[in-house]
């Protein structure tokens, strides 16, 4: 069992950079992949990218490309999500997920969630 939890959310004008963390407990990441998702009011749930901790490969959703990046620290055993250039249509509550195996961008394939951390870009 893992349990997952957020932090680093809050308010930040557009242009801006905002770093969010996902600290786990309960069991070493070693085999499992870490993803963040996104979910703006009335929207569906939106992949951001992941990051298979057995190697370092990410993938990352077209629409953060390049501003987005997914890192991993062994020794706290957490994965973060550093956000640059932020644009107002980033605004959502950001969750990161585990599953054991392999990648996957699908919301369903995994089984351990945060509780989720809010992010707010202005205009």
């Known amino acids: 069992q893992v349990q997952l939890v957020e932090s680093g959310g809050g308010l930040v004008q557009a242009g801006g950079s905002l770093r969010l963390s996902c600290a786990a407990s309960?069991?070493?990441?070693?085999?499992?992949?870490v993803a963040w998702f996104r979910q703006a009011p009335g929207k569906e749930r939106e992949f951001v990218g992941y990051?298979?901790?057995?190697?370092?490969?990410?993938y990352y959703a077209d629409s953060v490309k390049g501003r987005f990046a997914i890192s991993r620290d062994n020794a706290k055993n957490t994965v973060d999500l550093q956000m640059n250039s932020l644009k107002p249509e980033d605004t959502a509550v950001y969750s990161c997920?585990?599953?054991?195996?392999?990648?996957?961008?699908?919301?369903?394939?995994?089984?351990?969630w945060g509780q989720g951390t809010r992010v707010t870009v202005s205009s």
């Open positions: 997920a585990g599953r054991i195996g392999g990648i996957s961008t699908i919301s369903s394939d995994y089984v351990y």
């Open positions: 309960g069991r070493a990441l070693w085999a499992y992949t």
């Open positions: 990051i298979r901790w057995s190697g370092g490969s990410t």
